[in-house]
C-alpha cells in the first residue's frame, strides 16, 4: 500500500476509492441512500420536542443574559434555521478526512476509512444550524443553555469551543437524535445521529461570510507547509486569519467596556 500515490484532486481521489477502498462515491445509489437518510434526519429533528420548543427557550434566554448584562443576546430574534450538508460537500469532506488530513497515509485515518456506506452516520454535521450572539460571551453561555435543555430531555449532547489557528471562533454544539435509516441494502435500523448547531459571534460571522468562498477552495489543496500562510502577509489567508484574531481581541475589549460602564451605571444609581 506504500507505493500508492496520494490522491491531489476529488476526480483523482473517486477513482482511488474505487480501486483501494471499493467503495464507488459516483454511483447514483450511494447519493439517493445518502439523501434519503438525510431527509429522514431532518425530519426527524423538525419533529422532536427540542426543535419545536427551541424559539421559545431562546427568549427565554436571552431575557435572562438581558438582565444579566443588559444587553442583548442574539443578533435578531429569528428562529434556527436548520441547514442539510449536500452529498457533494460530504464527498468533499470524506477526501479531506481520508487524504488530505490523514496523517497515516497511506494508512487509514485514526477513526478508519470514510466509504460510501458510512459516509452519513461518520460525520456530526450532516444536519446543523447558526446562533450568532452580539457579545464575546454570549457563545458559552448559549452553549451552556443548549446542554442543560438537551439533558432535560433526555437527550446526550457534547459541547466545545474552537478557537483555530486560522482564525476561527466558535462553540459547536452536538446533540444526537435516533433516527431511522437504511443501509446499502435499502433495510431500516435505529441509527444515533448527531447534529450540529454552531454558536458565533457578529463580528466573526462578518468576517466568515466574507472570506468562506476563499476557505472552501484552500482547504481542498494539499499544502506541504500548513504554517506557511503565517509569513505570506500578501495572501487572503493572511489577511482573514489575522483579522479574525484581532476581532476576537476588540470583542473581549467590547465586552469589558460593557462591564465597566454597566458598573459606572450602578454606582451611580446607588450614589442617587
Known amino acids: 500500500m506504500n507505493s500508492i500515490k496520494k490522491p491531489k484532486t476529488i476526480t483523482e481521489y473517486t477513482e482511488w476509492a474505487k480501486n483501494v477502498l471499493f467503495t464507488d462515491f459516483e454511483d447514483s445509489r450511494s447519493k439517493n441512500i445518502y439523501t434519503v437518510n438525510l431527509q429522514a434526519f431532518f425530519n426527524t429533528v423538525s419533529e422532536h420536542d427540542f426543535f419545536k420548543g427551541l424559539d421559545e427557550k431562546l427568549s427565554l434566554w436571552s431575557e435572562e443574559y438581558k438582565n444579566q448584562t443588559t444587553s442583548q443576546l442574539l443578533m435578531d430574534n429569528s428562529t434556527l434555521n436548520l441547514l442539510t450538508k449536500t452529498y457533494e460537500s460530504a464527498l468533499d469532506k470524506s477526501f479531506r478526512e481520508n487524504i488530505l488530513l490523514n496523517k497515516s497515509f497511506p494508512e487509514p485515518p485514526k477513526k478508519g476509512w470514510v466509504t460510501a456506506d458510512n459516509l452519513f452516520k461518520r460525520f456530526n454535521d450532516g444536519l446543523r444550524g447558526l446562533l450568532v450572539c452580539k457579545f464575546i460571551d454570549g ?3 448559549l452553549a451552556d443553555k443548549l446542554s442543560a435543555y438537551a439533558n432535560q430531555l433526555g437527550l446526550q449532547s457534547r459541547q466545545y469551543s474552537q478557537a483555530r489557528d486560522d482564525g476561527y471562533y466558535a462553540y459547536h454544539f452536538y446533540v444526537i437524535f435516533k433516527v431511522e435509516l437504511i443501509d446499502k441494502d435499502w433495510k431500516k435500523q ?8 454552531q454558536i458565533t459571534t457578529q463580528l466573526q ?11 472552501e477552495q484552500k482547504r481542498l489543496q494539499i499544502d506541504v507547509d500548513a504554517s506557511k500562510w503565517k509569513w505570506n502577509y500578501t495572501s487572503n489567508q493572511f489577511k482573514a486569519g489575522y483579522l479574525s484574531h484581532t476581532l476576537h481581541l476588540l470583542e ?12 459606572e451605571d450602578s454606582e451611580s444609581l446607588e450614589k442617587e
Do not use: D, G
Not at 435505529?190 to 448547531?197: C, Y
Not at 460571522?205 to 476557505?215: C, G, K, N, P
Open 252 to 263: 473581549a475589549i467590547i465586552v469589558q467596556l460593557r462591564e465597566y460602564s454597566r458598573k
Open 190 to 197: 435505529e441509527s444515533k445521529v448527531e447534529m450540529e448547531i
Open 205 to 215: 460571522e462578518v468576517l466568515r461570510s466574507l472570506t468562506h468562498q476563499f476557505y
Open 139 to 141: 457563545p458559552s453561555f
